[in-house]
């Protein structure tokens, strides 16, 4: 059997016009793959692709929209691979002590970052190689809650029951979800003071956050491991362990 690779391989990232999904396009390229990312901002997405270079593709798409998922995966053609990093960071996700419940935020949390990859999925499995792969994104707030973020605690660990979910119904496609600790994507290091990085991060095994390109190699791994199906990679310093 050839060594796996991801050389020629084409791939697209939703959510890859920045943070972790754009750190999977860069990786994926230097592998040699061909990759396509979308997100729901043109500009973005032509920043980036100009950004990656040669062997990168774009075009917008907004998950929230049946038509424009649709759209997206007519241009796309023919992928190997779907990875999904989209997420908004609306009042409803923020780590804030004092979110309120209710079903209307709720609502509003399931669009992007549950419906988007089920819409997505939908609009890419006539696309997907059969020996293809799908690679979702969940959270260690999944596993790990906190104060003020229960929904967020409630989506990472739908995302990880989905991958097991649709592992098993659209196999032999695989499916699989990549669950990160602490990143310092664009979005956090903008938003997030780093004294309450530190906070959450000094007790860890690895006492600090993560870069891109390292939660990048699991789901680089998950594309390339063709007897991996319905499982979940935490990249997380080793915030599980404490
Ligand atoms: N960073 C962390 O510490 C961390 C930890 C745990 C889990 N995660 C999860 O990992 C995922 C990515 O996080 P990140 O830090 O890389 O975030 P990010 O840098 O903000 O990237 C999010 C991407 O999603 C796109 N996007 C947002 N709304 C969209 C929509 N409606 N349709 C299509 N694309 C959309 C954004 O581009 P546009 O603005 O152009 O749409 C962007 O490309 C999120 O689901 C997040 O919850 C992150």
């Known amino acids: 059997m050839p060594l796996p690779t991801l050389r020629d391989q084409r791939i697209a990232i939703i959510g890859g016009s920045s943070g972790i999904g754009y750190a999977v396009a860069e990786c994926s390229l230097a592998e040699g793959a061909q990759v396509v990312i979308g997100s729901s901002s043109a500009d973005n997405v032509e920043a980036a692709v100009a950004r990656l270079g040669p062997g990168a593709a774009g075009s917008a798409v907004d998950v929230r929209d049946e038509a424009s998922v649709t759209g997206f995966f007519e241009r796309t053609g023919q ?4 990875v999904f990093t989209a997420g908004d960071w609306g009042p409803h996700l923020a780590p804030n002590p004092d979110t309120k419940l209710s079903p209307s935020t709720a609502a509003e949390a ?24 799908v690679t979702l994104t969940g959270g260690l707030l999944a596993h790990r809650p906190r104060k003020g973020a229960p929904l967020s605690t ?3 660990g739908t995302l990880e029951h989905l991958a097991r979910g649709l592992a098993a119904d659209l196999a032999p496609i695989r499916v699989n979800a990549v669950c990160p600790g602490l990143i310092l994507t664009e979005h956090v290091v903008s938003q997030w003071p780093p004294e309450m990085i ?3 991060t000094a007790q860890l095994p690895l006492p600090r956050a993560g870069e891109p390109a390292e939660v990048a190699q699991a789901y680089l791994y998950l594309m390339r491991a063709g007897y991996t199906t319905g499982q979940v990679i935490i990249v997380d310093g080793g915030a599980m362990l404490v």
Do not use: C, E, T, W
Not at 113 to 130: D, E, M, T
């Open 79 to 82: 992928i190997d691979h779907l």
């Open 110 to 133: 399931l669009k992007v970052r549950v419906f988007g990859p089920l819409l997505a999925i939908k609009h890419a499995q006539a696309r997907l190689s059969a020996n293809g792969s």
């Open 198 to 200: 530190k906070g959450i």
């Open 154 to 156: 409630a989506l990472g």
